[in-house]
C-alpha cells in the first residue's frame, strides 16, 4: 500500500474520532469537564 494512502486513512480515521469526541462533549460536556 502507498504511504501516501496510509496516512490519508489514519487520517480520516482521526478526524472521525475528532468528531465523535466533540459531538460527545457537546452533549455531556458537564461529565467532560472534571475529567479533564
Known sequence: MDQGT?????KAQSMK??????????????SKKTQH
Open 6 to 10: 496510509t496516512t490519508n486513512i489514519f
Open 17 to 30: 474520532q475528532n468528531m465523535e469526541l466533540i459531538s460527545n462533549g457537546s452533549i455531556n460536556s458537564s
